[in-house]
T-cell receptor, first 116, second 113 residues
Framework: AQSVTQLGSHVSVSEGALVLLRCNYSSSVPPYLFWYVQYPNQGLQLLLKYTTGATLVKGINGFEAEFKKSETSFHLTKPSAHMSDAAEYFCAVSDISNFGNEKLTFGTGTRLTIIP | GAGVSQSPSNKVTEKGKDVELRCDPI?????LYWYRQSLGQGLEFLIY????????KSGLPSDRFSAERTGGSVSTLTIQRTQQEDSAVYLCASSLGGFDEQYFGPGTRLTVT
């Protein structure tokens, strides 16, 4: 069974500072990995995903994440936080051996607050 | 183009009543997923449709929950004899399959009183 751990349910950073949101996964085989963002009262929006190839993945809004197999991690970063980045962020995995059913297993989420 | 839509956006119901939640996926998306987002359980998978069939219902929490999809498009999630623990936001997502991006709707917030 797969699982996802997001360290820190709440993270606060100053505007302009580095954003680092942590995600570790547990899986018998390396899964596909995703980061989603949820703004208040809205659905989830895909930020970026890792399937195969380059382990550093760039996404929308200046975010990027690096897949590190040895650390079973997929941390999300952004060099300089903007006020508009305040939202809840979810890391998710999908079992690549389950082709045809790409259901997502989510972490518990990290609420990002930006301090002016 | 139009995204995934869900209705109603909010639903308040009394304990013991039945409710139906609707999802309109993006046109042409063959895969459809229902998830539930609640304070106690986070985001959890409920059911997956490929076309009109549901090969994975493993996330449905009890037999009070059922879902169907017709015409390879609209899906309805039905909760019978609602309980307070059913209160949550129910999210629908659709995709082209093959690990393509899942596009999420805005959700239906269900409150059981």
């Amino acid at each position: 069974a797969q699982s996802v751990t997001q360290l820190g349910s709440h993270v606060s950073v100053s505007e302009g500072a580095l954003v680092l949101l942590r995600c570790n996964y547990s899986s018998s085989v390396p899964p596909y990995l995703f980061w989603y963002v949820q703004y208040p009262n809205q659905g989830l929006q895909l930020l970026l995903k890792y399937t195969t190839g380059a382990t550093l993945v760039k996404g929308i809004n200046g975010f990027e994440a690096e897949f590190k197999k040895s650390e079973t991690s997929f941390h999300l970063t952004k060099p300089s936080a903007h006020m508009s980045d305040a939202a809840e962020y979810f890391c998710a995995v999908s079992d690549i051996s389950n082709f045809g059913n790409e259901k997502l297993t989510f972490g518990t989420g990290t609420r990002l607050t930006i301090i002016p | 183009g139009a995204g995934v839509s869900q209705s109603p956006s909010n639903k308040v119901t009394e304990k013991g009543k039945d409710v139906e939640l609707r999802c309109d996926p993006i046109s042409g998306h063959t895969a459809l997923y229902w998830y539930r987002q609640s304070l106690g359980q986070g985001l959890e998978f409920l059911i997956y449709f490929q076309g009109n069939s549901a090969p994975d219902k493993s996330g449905l929490p009890s037999d009070r929950f059922s879902a169907e999809r017709t015409g390879g498009s609209v899906s309805t999630l039905t909760i019978q004899r609602t309980q307070q623990e059913d209160s949550a936001v129910y999210l629908c997502a659709s995709s082209l399959g093959g690990f393509d991006e899942q596009y999420f709707g805005p959700g239906t917030r269900l409150t059981v009183t």
